[in-house]
């Protein structure tokens, strides 16, 4: 099987293809559909079949040429981009230009051979599309609000308050829309069921979770998705002087960790396991950002239980 290391950004990348024969070959593409053809037509000319591609999770500049390859027959993989940097540490790689890093890429791909991504079905698409416009309106929202919090010109304080108004009333809008087609998928519905079945999370939290991990049910377990999520412990300890604070990795979804802090504080009181969690690490003399932390992971432990076993949250499980 061919090996193609992809290093992506916002308006191109640049392709490794590893030839069965184990030759290398580099090709720079426009992030775009006409890029993906010409990609297409490049593969096509080395006769290439049977393909696993590999990229990094760079911001969302990834989306679209993944589902492209995806749709063409071929195998890929999307990784954390730590995973690369790391590997290219271990290689003692000293260069770094777009063309070294598709290499890298490639031939982190032919010796980890990392798993295989699943794109989100079209409603899960849709779901996410419409979850990530609501976010952005609401910065912008926000934004406007502290500008009028400091201006002092009648006129422009007068075009603001029309525009927060519109704001306002498009996140409603959105809010109902969101909503609304939840309802009419019921794969999407149940799973917000499950979710708002834990005690800590919302309706809205259950919708970010469902739009920016929709595979959180087939990860291979719970401590796999909340290391996806940066949600896991990170320590740094060596001989007897490297004795620094463990803290979350954040070497992940930002987006997961953003959505899950305030339901981890209202779990923290409400959801009888969360504050059960509390009182141990709190008598183990943790501090507060830790016990949030471990608050957050377990909430994304709860989320990946009750959608893989298809069961709402019932605080008395283990027992």
Same mark, same amino acid.
């Given at each position: ?7 992506? /950004? ?9 030839? !069965? !024969? ?12 006409k890029g993906f053809k010409k990609l ?9 079949? #049977?393909? &696993?591609?590999?990229?990094? =999770?760079?911001?969302?500049?990834? #989306? ?41 890429? =490639?031939?982190?791909? @032919? +010796? ?11 409603? !899960?698409?849709? %779901?996410? +599309?419409?979850?990530?416009? $609501?976010?952005?309106? $609401?910065?912008? %929202?926000?934004? $406007? ?18 525009? *927060?108004?519109?704001?306002?009333? #498009?996140? #409603? ?29 919302? +309706?809205?939290?259950? *919708?970010?979770?469902? @739009? ?9 377990? @719970? $401590?796999? =998705? ?28 930002? /987006? ?10 209202? @779990?923290?009181? &409400? ?22 932390? +471990?608050?957050?992971?377990? %909430? %994304? ?16 499980y283990a027992n």
């Amino acid at each position: 099987m061919a090996i193609l290391g992809i290093d992506i /950004s916002k308006k191109t990348f640049d392709a490794t293809l590893i030839t !069965q !024969q184990g030759q290398k070959h580099h090709r720079p593409c426009d992030n775009n559909e006409k890029g993906f053809k010409k990609l297409q037509r490049w593969l096509k000319k080395h006769k290439v079949v #049977e393909l &696993h591609a590999c990229m990094e =999770a760079t911001n969302i500049y990834w #989306e679209e040429l993944a589902q492209f390859l995806y749709d063409q027959g071929y195998q890929v993989s999307v990784v954390n981009p730590a995973r690369i940097k790391g590997f290219a540490m271990s290689q003692l790689r000293r260069n770094k230009t777009d063309k070294v890093d598709s290499d890298v890429v =490639a031939d982190f791909c @032919a +010796a980890i051979e990392p798993k295989l991504w699943r794109p989100p079905s079209p409603e !899960q698409r849709k %779901l996410r +599309a419409l979850v990530r416009h $609501q976010e952005a309106l $609401q910065k912008t %929202l926000t934004q $406007q609000r502290n500008r009028l919090a400091t201006c002092k010109d009648p006129d422009v304080r007068s075009s603001l308050h029309r525009l *927060i108004d519109t704001l306002q009333t #498009e996140l #409603e809008r959105l809010e109902q829309q969101i909503q609304s087609f939840i309802n009419h998928h019921p794969d999407l519905k149940k799973q917000q069921k499950l979710l708002v079945s834990i005690k800590g999370i919302g +309706a809205k939290t259950a *919708i970010k979770l469902i @739009a920016e991990m929709y595979d959180l049910a087939e990860y291979e377990n @719970a $401590q796999a =998705a909340a290391a996806d999520a940066g949600l896991t412990p990170s320590h740094h300890r060596s001989g007897t002087s490297v004795r620094r604070k463990p803290r979350l990795s954040k070497v992940g979804k930002a /987006s997961v960790r953003g959505a899950l802090y305030w339901p981890a504080i209202t @779990a923290l009181q &409400h959801n009888p396991i969360i504050r059960a969690l509390k009182e141990r690490l709190a008598a183990k003399g943790k501090c507060d950002m830790v016990i949030i932390g +471990a608050a957050m992971r377990k %909430l %994304l432990h709860l989320a990946y239980g009750v959608l893989k076993n298809q069961t709402p949250f019932d605080p008395n499980y283990a027992n």
